[in-house]
């Protein structure tokens, strides 16, 4: 599976930003799928997940209420729509695949990555 992650760009505090995840193969409807970000001089950090159906999803606390994680597996992509964007969204954001069935959170178990899409927002 080869994922690449685009929709990044510079918006203003409060804008709003929708992020895709486009994957090549034809398993990918059977991976979960994760959002994670890394800010300079931070560590990686989980953003939100969803499961291969997409009937679950998961946020980080710091992003519950402004972000929302969809798929659609008939086009091989996962969004994820970004509302309310805060000067500490500012990150590179990755998404990850995985046949992982619990412990959304944790990169461990992802197995395929894209490159990064960079989201800048202003104050």
């Known amino acids: 599976v080869q994922l690449q992650a685009s929709g990044g760009g510079l918006v203003q505090a409060g804008g709003s930003l929708r992020l895709s995840c486009a994957a090549s193969?034809?398993?990918?409807?059977?991976?979960?799928v994760g959002w994670f970000r890394q800010a300079p001089g931070k560590e990686r950090e989980f953003v939100a997940a969803?499961?291969?159906?997409?009937?679950?999803?998961y946020y980080a606390d710091s992003v519950k209420g402004r972000f929302t994680i969809s798929r659609d597996n008939a086009k091989n992509t996962v969004y994820l729509q970004m509302n309310g964007l805060k000067p500490e969204d500012t990150a590179v954001y990755y998404c990850?695949?995985?046949?992982?069935?619990?412990?959304?959170?944790?990169?461990?178990?992802?197995?395929?990555w894209g490159q990064g899409t960079q989201v800048t927002v202003s104050s």
């Open positions: 990850a695949a995985g046949r992982k069935y619990s412990d959304y959170a944790n990169a461990i178990g992802y197995d395929y």
């Open positions: 969803t499961t291969w159906s997409g009937a679950f999803t």
């Open positions: 193969g034809r398993t990918f409807s059977s991976y979960a």
